[in-house]
C-alpha cells in the first residue's frame, strides 16, 4: 500500500512559480511511476506531467517548458516544479503512483492518489 501526501500549493500571481511534493508513506517509490493531475470544479481530471522511476518524463502541451517533473527515490518524494504561472493553471493538484517502469497520462492508469493541493495563480 502507498500513501501520498501533496503539499507545497497556494495563492501567487500569474509569471510567479511554486513547487509541489509529493511524499509517500507505507512502501517507497522506487519502482512506481508517478503522475501530476490537476482538477478544476466541472471538469475531468488533466494529465499535468509523470515520471518513471528512472526519471523518463513527459508532459501535457499545455505546460511544457513551464513545469518539471523531478524525484528523489531515497526519500520517498516526487515534485512538480511550476514556473511562469498562469490564470489557467488554477485547479486542485494531485499525485498518483503505479507500481510500473512506464509512465501514463491517463488517471485511470494510476492506482494510489494523494488528496489534493489548491494553486491559485491571479491575474
Known amino acids: 500500500q502507498v500513501q501520498l501526501v501533496e503539499s507545497g500549493g497556494g495563492l501567487v500571481q500569474a509569471g510567479d512559480s511554486l513547487r509541489l511534493s509529493c511524499v509517500t508513506s507505507g512502501r517507497g517509490l522506487g519502482t512506481y511511476a508517478v503522475g501530476w493531475f490537476r482538477q478544476t470544479p466541472g471538469k475531468e481530471r488533466e494529465f499535468v506531467g509523470a515520471?518513471?522511476?528512472?526519471?523518463?518524463?513527459d508532459y501535457a502541451d499545455s505546460v511544457k517548458g513551464r513545469f518539471t517533473v523531478s524525484r528523489d527515490n531515497a526519500n520517498n518524494r516526487v515534485y512538480l516544479q511550476m514556473n511562469s504561472l498562469k490564470p489557467e493553471d488554477t485547479a486542485v493538484y494531485y499525485c498518483?503512483?503505479?507500481?510500473?517502469?512506464?509512465?501514463?497520462?491517463?488517471?485511470?492508469?494510476?492506482?494510489?492518489w494523494g488528496q489534493g493541493t489548491q494553486v491559485t495563480v491571479s491575474s
Open positions: 498518483a503512483a503505479r507500481r510500473s517502469p512506464y509512465l501514463y497520462s491517463s488517471p485511470d492508469m494510476y492506482d494510489y
Open positions: 515520471s518513471t522511476w528512472i526519471g523518463v518524463t
